[in-house]
């Protein structure tokens, strides 16, 4: 504690303040804690000892199973168990919750006022540095060489408020980790929601399904259990006979639409059908003469061959008649040249 005391009396007022929001931030915190976890408890022993009559001390836990049985009264299925727990939670229990929350952020409050305290530190130090430095000429630092060391004394002063208030902020935090990390109001808070949502589903449930088994079933059903069930009873089947009476109505002209179209459907079948005899008739037709064309250009072509022979054949012919009559010309001319010696 004299090292404490040591520390806080080197401090200026406001770093003295800083260190008294992170102890006072560090006090509330703990105290948070400690209520939350105390609470936790207090309602979790509740919850064992009211498991047998489902009668609690605390206002939440009668209030949750108050929810969970009108839902089962309105003959809910699946019922959100997990939702009307938070829901009572958020209302009944906000101030736990909040304290839940304060411990969480607790740590980084303390860490930024001592970071706050370290910057307000090291700007003091360095004005009264750079005063220092600006103020004094060479001469002065000479003669006066007492007030020069005086005035650093001073602005390394700036530096012991940074690093005291930084110390203070992270010993705080460590402080305020090491006993959260002890209660563990969280977990406790999710056990008691889980041993809470157990006993909702696991055993008042079955419990008021086996006290429901004395009701008649259709009243069961429909949710009445008093004298005027009959009526409503009766004006539901009226209800529903006449429902069905126009189901059965609408059925019915659908059935004769439904047969209506088929009716042209098949129409439309038959006259597609007749209009594809007709094709493959017309496609017959059109293949046999496509046959005996192909039959004629083949008659042609053969002819065509036949006279290209012939003509060949005459050409050879008159190329001999040619070259006959060229000799025959020549011996001609032979004839007329000897003639004409003699």
Do not use: W
């Not at 007022?13 to 102890?23: A, K, N, Q, T, Y």
């Not at 498991?51 to 969970?68: A, E, M, P, R, T």
């Not at 959100?80 to 727990?85: L, S």
Request: charged content about 20%; proline content about 1%.
């Amino acid at each position: 504690m004299a090292f404490v005391y040591n520390i806080l009396g080197n401090l200026n007022p406001l770093s003295v303040i800083i260190v008294g929001i992170i102890l006072t931030i560090l006090i509330c915190a703990v105290a948070s804690m400690v209520s939350a976890s105390r609470k936790y408890d207090s309602l979790y022993s509740d919850l064992e000892r009211g498991k047998k009559n489902s009668s609690f001390s605390h206002g939440v836990l009668g209030l949750i199973c108050q929810d969970y049985e009108q839902a089962l009264s309105k003959g809910i299925v699946n019922i959100n168990t997990q939702a009307i727990i938070e829901k009572h939670f958020s209302k009944q229990l906000s101030s736990l919750l909040t304290k839940e929350r304060f411990v969480k952020k607790a740590t980084s409050l303390m860490i930024i006022f001592g970071l706050l305290g370290t910057f307000y530190g090291l700007t003091l130090s360095i004005g009264k540095l750079v005063t220092l430095l600006t103020g004094s000429s060479s001469s002065q630092v000479f003669t006066g060489m007492d007030s020069v060391i005086d005035g650093l004394i001073n602005s390394v002063q700036g530096m012991s408020i940074a690093f005291s208030t930084s110390l203070f902020g992270i010993a705080s935090s460590i402080v305020l980790t090491f006993m959260s990390t002890i209660f563990e109001i969280g977990e406790k808070r999710n056990s008691l929601m889980t041993a809470i949502e157990e006993y909702l589903d696991n055993t008042l449930s079955s419990g008021d399904a086996k006290a429901s088994t004395t009701y008649n079933p259709v009243q069961r059903t429909i949710g009445l259990e008093s004298a005027s069930g009959s009526a409503e009873i009766e004006k539901l089947i009226s209800s529903l006979g006449s429902q069905l009476t126009n189901v059965a109505s609408s059925i019915e002209f659908s059935t004769k639409s439904l047969s209506s179209s088929i009716s042209k459907f098949d129409n439309s079948l038959n006259v597609f059908a007749e209009n594809t005899r007709d094709f493959s008739e017309f496609n017959h037709h059109l293949k046999t003469n496509i046959q005996r064309m192909n039959v004629s250009f083949s008659d042609l072509a053969d002819n065509i061959s036949g006279n290209s022979k012939d003509i060949t054949t005459g050409y050879k012919n008159l190329e001999q008649l040619s070259y006959s009559i060229e000799r025959l010309s020549e011996r001609i001319r032979g004839y007329d040249d000897g003639s004409d010696i003699q």
